[in-house]
């Protein structure tokens, strides 16, 4: 059970000073200094506290393991109280069911990195409390963030994580993504999903997602619809689409539509090193990934536009679809007519039945 603050025990924090357990006080980080904040599940949670009151409350908390926090959000109101740089948030081993995380501009001013405490067990997040939406998103303004497995997301109804860049600001730059299980998302698993993507990137630029493993990203409902990783653009604003990002080093087992899909003019994106496989479906059955192939384009009536180049497909290894059949390692398709060779495949990419 997560710890509630009780606020009448806060007579120091004002003056810079929070109470642990055991008695003495932690001082409060200085403005810009980089601190690691600790999350623990049971940890203390501000829930239901916000403006003066939150900040208060979340001064120099979770600056220790004796006195962690007990969520994502409680450790961004500890990074935003103290002015934060560069920090690190450490997931002691648990279950945790964040949802619709949002990395709001002032949290902390450098990188933040989100990464499992070694030697704790292993870390859960878990959405089937939240049914539908993402794990977390990410905007332009947000810290530059740093997500460092290993840690699971599952059972999230429409995908992990969503980055989403803006005209007035400009794409999300150099999201990192690695060694992160994203497993069961998609209205397969949670009812009422949409099941969009494991890595949903919409005007991203310079993104690195590496060393992850998509397993089971399945839709019942318009199954071709979720992907591992999808490159895209800001649809409300019609943006740029999402460029120059690398997909390397990852394993991606049961997509029910193409793995690695980009469209809406993506360009300059590296698929590379990846390994696509069969496994059982949510009804047991062994199937691949995906519809028209593993790393594809798309052109949608909302941008009618091919890319620009540079979509490359190199050093995979590839199996049969989801249907099981085999279908080329790349493609580009159309619901518009417009022809588009917007993805291709480089050096070796072999097949394996």
Excluded at 184 to 189: F, P, Y
Excluded at 325 to 350: F, I, W
């Amino acid at each position: 059970m997560r710890k509630h603050l009780n606020i009448g025990l806060l007579c120091l924090v004002t003056t810079g000073v929070m109470l642990v357990p055991g008695g003495g006080a932690l001082a409060a980080p200085a403005g810009g200094e980089d601190v690691t904040v600790h999350v623990a599940s049971g940890g203390t949670s501000f829930a239901g506290l916000s403006g003066k009151t939150l900040r208060q409350a979340a001064s120099g908390a979770g600056l220790t393991a004796r006195n962690p926090v007990g969520s994502l959000r409680d450790a961004q109101a500890v990074l935003a109280a103290g002015h934060t740089g560069n920090a690190t948030i450490l997931l002691r081993g648990g279950t945790y069911d964040d949802a619709g995380v949002e990395w709001a501009p002032g949290i902390a001013d450098g990188t933040v990195t989100v990464k499992a405490q070694p030697g704790t067990g292993p870390v859960t997040f878990d959405g089937r409390a939240a049914r539908a939406g993402y794990w977390t998103k990410v905007g332009p303004k947000s810290p530059r963030l740093n997500f460092q497995g290993p840690y699971t997301v599952q059972r999230y109804g429409d995908g992990g994580i969503k980055a989403t860049g803006t005209r007035k600001d400009g794409p999300v730059r150099g999201l990192v993504v690695n060694g992160i299980t994203f497993r069961q998302i998609g209205n397969a698993w949670v009812k009422g999903g949409k099941g969009f993507a494991g890595v949903h990137l919409n005007y991203v630029s310079k993104a690195k997602i590496t060393k992850n493993r998509f397993f089971n990203l399945e839709n019942k409902e318009k199954p071709g619809n979720t992907h591992g990783v999808y490159l895209a653009f800001n649809q409300t604003q019609r943006t740029p689409g999402s460029n120059g990002n690398t997909v390397a080093g990852n394993t991606f087992k049961v997509i029910s539509g193409d793995p690695v899909r980009a469209s809406d003019g993506s360009s300059g994106n590296k698929v590379r090193d990846n390994t696509f496989a069969k496994g059982h479906d949510y009804r047991g059955k062994v199937r691949g990934n995906g519809n028209h192939g593993m790393f594809t384009y798309w052109v949608f009536s909302r941008a009618d536009t091919c890319g620009k180049g540079g979509n490359t497909f190199s050093g995979n290894t590839y199996t049969v679809s989801y249907s099981n059949v085999k279908n080329p390692a790349v493609y580009s398709g159309a619901d518009t007519g417009r022809t588009c060779r917007s993805v291709r495949a480089t050096g070796h990419n072999p097949y394996e039945r």
